[in-house]
């Protein structure tokens, strides 16, 4: 199956920091990629759609400002979390949409990065 | 209302039987896609196995089948033959078709069921 990875794979920082995220897709070219939210013991949720070229689209209740998201190419996508607060503490996937999967049109995820803000 | 609904917080297998894992949807979108993914203590969500609303035939990806019930909503994950190695979180999640204008080919996931495998 198609390879995702993600960079780091773990961070500590202080608060009021900054820290990028990196997504890579290593072996197709995915137009679109997504940047998921997951607190301990609870389900994904969806932060924000992020198209190669455009400008992301952010789910309600996520700040914008606060969650930068870049898709400067196909293979790659960031998400940098502005001035980290111990709130933004938790685990971050990205996933990859394979367009050429056909009609499964699967998501692939990277492993995740686990943010702790202190 | 939930969309997708995994009605088992936590299930236990013997080793080498088979398990049935629940899922229930909601959607009014004729056009949809169910998935199951597999996310280990590691993290990482691994892809199992895709079942598509137009499918006529259950999806099966080895040990892995779907279990189909369209004018049920429901989308059960069976595991043959379970091995120690499937100790894991698993997900049921959809895709629909988005009408916000956030883009498509979001997925809504359930919350979850913890399988544990035992020897």
């Known amino acids: 199956g198609a390879v995702v990875s993600q960079h780091p794979s773990r961070v500590i920082c202080k608060s009021g920091t900054s820290v990028k995220i990196e997504c890579r897709s290593l072996?197709?070219?995915?137009?679109?990629m997504f940047w998921y939210r997951q607190f301990p013991k609870q389900s994904l949720m969806l932060m924000a759609t992020s198209n190669e070229g455009s400008k992301a689209t952010y789910e309600q209740g996520v700040e914008k400002d606060k969650f930068l998201i870049n898709h400067a190419s196909l293979t790659l996508s960031t998400l940098t979390v502005t001035s980290a607060h111990p709130e933004d503490s938790s685990f971050y996937i990205c996933?990859?949409?394979?367009?050429?999967?056909?009609?499964?049109?699967?998501?692939?995820f990277g492993p995740g990065t686990r943010l702790t803000v202190l | 209302a939930q969309k997708i609904t995994q009605t088992q917080p936590g299930m236990f297998v013997q080793e080498k039987e088979a398990v049935t894992l629940d899922c229930t949807y909601d959607t009014s979108d004729p056009s949809y896609g169910l998935f199951w993914y597999k996310q280990p203590s590691s993290g990482e969500m691994i892809f199992l196995i895709y079942?598509?609303?137009?499918?006529?035939q259950n999806a099966t990806e080895g040990r892995y089948s779907l279990n189909f019930q369209k004018a049920r909503k429901s989308a059960n994950l069976v595991i043959s033959a379970s091995q120690l190695g499937d100790s894991a979180m698993y997900f049921c999640a959809m895709r629909e078709p988005a009408y916000s204008g956030a883009g498509s080919y979001q997925l809504t996931f359930g919350k979850g069921t913890k399988l544990s495998v035992i020897p």
């Open positions: 079942q598509g609303s137009y499918d006529q």
């Open positions: 996933s990859a949409r394979d367009g050429t999967s056909g009609h499964t049109d699967t998501q692939y």
């Open positions: 072996d197709f070219q995915a137009t679109t």
